[in-house]
């Protein structure tokens, strides 16, 4: 999701890149409407509502044509901070549980082979992209890296963008209410999200703070893709496994980096003439369809030869953002450090395999 402040910026973060070439919008008004968005979804009790809520009506204003946006260099801040937070859902018995998971993560890559393909022919006949679009807009997962390397391969970095917002948007909207409908989910009473106490010890505070600027700053130096958020989940994840401290940030202070993160990515929209968000959208929403689809046949077919439920498996292969997949399955309860581990693996299968993978075809003469 994936990559620090500029190239690096992560999958799930909202970019400047949709805005560049126009005056920077409001973020105030932006953080604003978010705040709001996210208040008026946790009063109704729906699910995930402080980034939810703030995606929804950030978005709703872009669409309209408010100019706001989000600085990327506050996304990074609490992008490490929602690291932290899903690092610390990591537990000592973990290590009994990883080499359970050696069927799912193969299966995970099968599944981004067959949707990729599944959705690259779905772009071309449906909304009559180029070749070199239509593959990049449809891997799902490394959304700077296929606009980047999509733009070198003469593929419209714009509609790569634009679609790759719009599958974060959708299958983040679309799970929680579907699991809400289908298993026996009912969002956590109270206004904010599970979290720590803001009076924990100093030590604590100084474990945690760490665990973002060290894990941040060694995951860019290693080049490792969305590297805000994964550098402190791992060293999160790592110090709360060894049993170092069993911390985990505020609640109040998670609301807010999940506002920042929701209004980021509404913000994406902002700037983009509503013909061209309606269409990318309208056809987004097959591709999103076709991956969530897939999605649920590989959870069923999975949950026969493993001990994992079918929908922690639709959470773990949904290319939903890792970030944001991540805090679905903790607002539901289910398996985050599972959930988590996945998407890594999918954006790393992505971020290395799809460029290899197109440039190999071009020369062969199949693109």
Known sequence: MTDTADQQ????????????????GSMALALALGTAGGLLFAWAKLPLPWMMGAMVATTIASVAGANIRVDYRLRTVMIAILGIMLGSAFQPSLIDRIGEWTITIAGLLVYAIVAGSLCTWYFRKAAGYDAVTSYFASSPGGLNEMVIVGREMGGDDRIIALTHSARILLVVMTLPFLFQLFTDYTPAAGLLPRGGSIDMPLLDWAILAGCGVVGAIVAKRLRIPAAVLIGP?????????????????????????????????????????????????????????IL??????????????????????VLAYAPGGLAE???????????VAFVATHHIFRIGFIVILAPLAFRIMRRTGRV
């Open 9 to 24: 910026r992560p999958e799930n973060a909202g970019g400047d890149r949709m805005t560049a070439g126009r005056p920077k």
């Open 233 to 289: 989940m791992l060293l999160s994840a790592g110090i709360h496994v060894a049993g170092v401290t069993q911390a985990t940030p505020p609640s109040l202070l998670v609301a807010i980096a999940q506002v920042v993160m929701g209004t980021g990515i509404g913000c994406r929209f902002a700037g983009t003439a509503v013909r061209d968000i309606v269409k990318v959208v309208g056809v987004s929403i097959g591709s999103t369809v």
């Open 292 to 313: 969530l689809v897939l999605g649920v046949l590989f959870g069923f077919a999975l949950q026969q030869i493993t001990d994992v439920p079918w929908f922690v498996l």
């Open 325 to 335: 997949m991540s805090l679905v399955a903790l607002a539901l309860g289910r398996d």
